[in-house]
């Protein structure tokens, strides 16, 4: 891991790396032991109340076409959870892309994918934060064609490679690489996140975990933070890439408190999160699409815009989009 605060040389496409065994020393919290279970039981499971899920045919949902963009303009649309159709620098780049209905053990999403595959334009790269189920969905990757580039942290290559995608690229934190497109080059950084990996029973810590940072010739900056807690790695983040222009955060799985927080940050978290990293648009995701977690469907987007409105901040920099909504980044 380069400890350099300055940006890295880029990296060799492809290129073919060792790891080491285990990522375990990157954690910034323990992870749940065997008491957990049982005090989830105790205290009311992983799931909300029947009156709770009586919110979920009023969460947002409203499709619609794609945006026009040209190689000079950032634009987003949320597919649902961390999946995101990111046009930057002329290039199509999916975020944990996710078009299942249903993943394991979790049931089917709440709210349908926002954009139908087919009227997906030709996917440019795809960016992988980690391989937990509801980020790493391989019935999704399998649409892809196998010469599609993807970006993924260390260690998880060769599972990309096992299903035979020939353009993988993996990093560790701090390190990037760029890929040509129409409108120059498009930088992809990877940088750490407060979480962790698993994916088997025998392969915890296995392979890294963390956010990206895409960034256009002209200095256009996104930064997709994948799954993460709270904590200090927002402001150094902030500080090695400034001038983030959006900030695509998570805010939704965070109840019970006690057992998630240190991976997952609630609505006031991930505001903060996005005062740390000096980004001047957020937009919240991880919510609305999967029962992750014991909160009330619709109180992620409650509880982000009370605490967007603490802060004094305009409420146009704040892009709560529905499922399938987008927006186009002002220059």
Known sequence: MSDSAGPAEPRPLGERRRWPRSFADRLT????????????????????????????PQLPFEPAPLPHVDAATVAVTWAGHASWVLRVGGLTVLTDP?????????????????????????????????NHY?????????????DTPLFVPGGLAAWCRHRRFTRVTELD???????????????????????????????????????????????????????????????????????????????????????????????????????DLGARHMAPMHWATFLLSAEAPLEPLIRVRAAWAKTGRPAGQLWDLPVGGSRVLDP
């Open 29 to 56: 919290a323990p992870l749940p032991g065997i008491y957990t279970f049982p005090r989830v039981v105790r205290q009311g499971g992983m799931r909300p109340s029947a009156e709770a899920l009586r919110q979920v």
């Open 98 to 130: 996710v078009w299942s209905r249903r993943i394991l053990g979790t049931p089917a999403r709440m709210t349908p994918v926002g954009v139908a595959w087919d009227e997906l334009p030709p996917i440019d790269a795809v960016v992988i934060s980690h």
């Open 134 to 146: 509801d980020h790493l969905d391989a019935p999704t990757l399998r649409r892809l064609p196998r």
């Open 173 to 275: 934190w701090w390190e990037a690489a760029e890929l040509p497109a129409p409108g120059g080059t498009v930088r992809f950084d990877f940088v750490p996140a407060h979480h962790w990996s698993k994916r088997t029973l025998t392969d915890t810590c296995r392979s890294l975990w963390g956010g990206w940072v895409l960034t256009d010739r002209t200095g256009q900056r996104v930064y997709f933070a994948g799954d993460t807690g709270y904590g200090h790695w927002f402001a150094e983040i902030g500080r090695r890439y400034p001038d983030i222009d959006l900030a695509l955060l998570p805010i939704g799985a965070y109840d019970p408190g006690w057992l998630l927080r240190p991976v997952h940050t609630n609505p006031e978290e991930a505001v903060r999160a996005c005062q």
